[in-house]
């Protein structure tokens, strides 16, 4: 399968800057589409930032202009570049993709998240 490990939430005041980090690892074949989306308690996960397999970003209308999505040269890495940043924006941060991996000589669908980076942004 295809593992999934986030890196670089955690506490900042308002109005600054953190860049989340996502690595996947595993028998990866290709991945097509990362996300980041976000959760706070008693709500619904959101979708936040999407990268395509042909390049194109996505963004819910809050985010827009103050967050990045990007990918690496290889595809197996996605950032989320936060600037602005909002009390509103304090939530747990998930990376999500898809795409195929090999197993048994096979090529087989994935669909694999994150465990999840908390952001805090509180004065």
């Known amino acids: 399968q295809v593992q999934l490990v986030e890196s670089g939430g955690g506490l900042v005041q308002p109005g600054g800057s953190l860049r989340l980090s996502c690595a996947a690892s595993g028998s990866i074949r290709r991945i097509n589409h990362m996300y980041w989306h976000r959760q706070t308690p008693g709500k619904q996960r959101d979708l936040v930032a999407a990268?395509?397999?042909?390049?194109?970003?996505n963004y819910t209308d809050s985010v827009k202009g103050r967050f990045t999505i990007s990918r690496d040269n290889a595809g197996n890495t996605v950032y989320l570049q936060m600037n602005s940043l909002k009390p509103e924006d304090t939530a747990v941060y998930y990376c999500?993709?898809?795409?195929?991996?090999?197993?048994?000589?096979?090529?087989?669908?994935?669909?694999?998240w994150g465990q999840g980076t908390q952001v805090t942004v509180s004065s």
């Open positions: 990268f395509t397999s042909g390049g194109g970003t």
């Open positions: 999500n993709a898809e795409g195929t991996y090999t197993s048994g000589g096979y090529y087989r669908p994935f669909n694999s």
